[in-house]
């Protein structure tokens, strides 16, 4: 399994793209104020509308749909021009679905809410957001999800459609040559003899550019590190102390064609590593693994990739099932390798400013080594086809209320 995967690292010379992808796109939200809206108040409705269907095969993990949406009506309230505060409610909702489950929707433990919300999963916004020439600080809600571009072996953008907004404490830094987005999402807050555990975790995405941003060819080096932290002094349960970590470290390339057709090219290799310092939650306490990939944007918002994926002993905390040698449909079962091919194509069209229609299809073609259960037992090694197909529709519109500016004049 060697010899494919240092062909593909030849062919592709990449990790996911930091280019405009249709995940960015669809999900991520507008950071910098605008100095126009000073004085205003404005509400807004931020939606994703989307139909996902995932069908994988093999001892990885079990397929599934995600028919449904999410919604987030707001007030927009920007007092200075270097203020920005935020307030409204995030709900989400299955087709299908009558009551959903009350816990954190991103499985970071073993404790599920006893109780139910019915109609949709819904839960209060509120963000803060202050900025000082290059920073910006954000508490609250944060800006997560597709905003921490962060490569896709370490976050499935999956994950824009599911989970809960991140909540907690954000700063952002932006200059010419060096980008820092460094945040805690507190995902389990925990009253005294509460009998799950507390969690979090810190995250820090950094790109260093090597050259001018301006110049054809662009060169730079992305860093990301995820830390999960479960349990704290107030942890009555008996699962102890545990703190994972992913780390991964690369080398990009960006060519900008200037042809209207084959609009540029994005390539990345990075060397990606998983620490478990304390607790017992994987069978092994430290994994590498190495991942690369190439894109191609056309005109129209076309985009098409390749890359592969090879590790051992290696978990991805919030990645897609297929970069980790930890088997979700057997619990406990770990691969004793795994190359993952990544092929996919992504479409989007922008009606308007905030309106957008996208589709994306993935395939992944799963060589996956020994499998060994907990029982004792291992199957062999074995080649699977997993894939999936979305599409999504964003939807942002915003309304002026107020002009207070205007009634002071």
Not at 107 to 130: N, V
Not at 303 to 309: H, M, Y
Not at 380 to 386: L, V
Request: charged share 15%; hydrophobic share 40%.
């Amino acid at each position: 399994m060697q010899k494919p995967f240092v062909i593909a690292c030849f062919i592709a010379f990449a990790l996911h793209s930091q280019a405009q992808d249709l995940a960015y796109r669809m999900a991520a939200s507008e950071i910098p104020l605008d100095s126009a809206a000073t004085g205003k108040l404005h509400f807004a409705l931020d939606n994703i509308s989307f139909f996902k269907d995932n069908e994988f095969d093999g001892e990885q993990a079990k397929g599934y749909s995600l028919p449904g949406l999410w919604v987030q009506p707001k007030l927009l309230w920007q007092p200075f021009s270097f203020i920005r505060l935020e307030a409204g409610c995030h709900a989400l909702i299955y087709n299908g679905a009558n009551k959903y489950p009350c816990y954190v929707y991103h499985d970071i433990g073993t404790w599920k809410g006893g109780q139910y919300q019915r109609g949709f999963h819904i839960l209060p916004f509120f963000r803060a957001q202050a900025h000082l020439k290059n920073l910006t600080f954000v508490l609250g809600d944060i800006y997560g999800g597709a905003n921490h571009r962060v490569m896709d072996p370490l976050m499935n953008p999956e994950i824009n459609l599911t989970q809960d907004p991140e909540m907690g404490f954000q700063l952002l830094l932006d200059l010419p040559c060096y980008k820092l987005d460094a945040w805690i999402n507190w995902q389990s807050y925990i009253f005294e003899e509460d009998d799950h555990q507390e969690a979090f975790t810190v995250g820090i995405h950094q790109k260093v550019a090597l050259n001018s941003q301006l110049s054809t060819l662009n060169w730079y080096i992305p860093i990301d590190i995820l830390i999960q932290h479960r349990g704290g002094e107030q942890d009555v349960t008996d699962l102890g102390v545990q703190t994972i970590t992913n780390g991964a470290v690369g080398l990009g390339l960006q060519w900008n064609t200037g042809r209207r057709v084959l609009r540029s090219l994005t390539a990345e290799v990075a060397a990606l590593a998983c620490w478990q310092q304390s607790g017992h939650l994987w069978p092994f306490d430290f994994g590498v693994a190495g991942s690369c990939t190439v894109a191609a944007d056309f005109a129209r918002d076309f985009r098409a990739f390749v890359g592969l994926f090879y590790a051992r002993d290696y978990v991805s905390l919030y990645g897609a099932p297929f970069y980790s040698t930890m088997s979700l449909k057997h619990q406990g079962a770990r691969f004793s390798s795994m190359l993952t091919p990544h092929v996919g194509v992504e479409w989007s069209h922008t009606f308007a400013k905030n309106y957008i229609l996208g589709a994306k299809v993935d395939a992944y073609p799963l060589y996956a080594g020994e499998l060994q259960k907990t029982d004792g037992s291992i199957l062999p090694s074995t080649f699977s086809n997993n894939f999936s197909f979305g599409i999504y529709f964003r939807c942002h519109p915003s309304f002026l209320l107020v002009n207070f500016a205007k009634k002071k004049d």
